[in-house]
């Protein structure tokens, strides 16, 4: 059973940095490509950033470039995504996903994922 485990969030304020991770287990990681999205109140879930299954290409979402960092230790089963000068528009709880799919900046493409985790950033 593919089980992802998010840590990391919580409140910080404008300007900050956040460091989330995701554990997984379950699956063989290095064979998956792994994402982060995120969903604010009454808005639907979103892309923020993806990295491939060797970790040699990211892509990002526009609002966010820059400003995250997506990474990824196949060792250690653990994705990452450091949040640098975060603002408040980017409050919201944070999901990571795992893909086989090439396609990997689209929610339907991920069919695992985590339970979260809330970020919280104030002006």
């Known amino acids: 059973q593919v089980r992802l485990v998010e840590s990391g969030g919580g409140l910080v304020q404008a300007g900050g940095s956040l460091r989330l991770s995701c554990a997984a287990s379950g699956l063989t990681f290095g064979s998956y490509a792994m994402g982060w999205f995120r969903q604010a109140p009454g808005k639907e879930r979103d892309f923020v950033a993806a990295?491939?299954?060797?970790?040699?290409?990211?892509y990002y979402k526009d609002s966010v470039k820059g400003r995250f960092t997506i990474s990824r230790d196949n060792a250690k089963n653990t994705v990452y995504l450091q949040m640098n000068s975060l603002k408040p528009e980017d409050t919201a709880v944070y999901y990571c996903?795992?893909?086989?799919?090439?396609?990997?900046?689209?929610?339907?493409?991920?069919?695992?994922w985590g339970q979260g985790t809330q970020v919280t950033v104030s002006s």
């Open positions: 990295i491939t299954r060797s970790g040699d290409e990211t």
């Open positions: 996903a795992a893909t086989k799919s090439a396609t990997m900046t689209v929610v339907p493409a991920f069919r695992s």
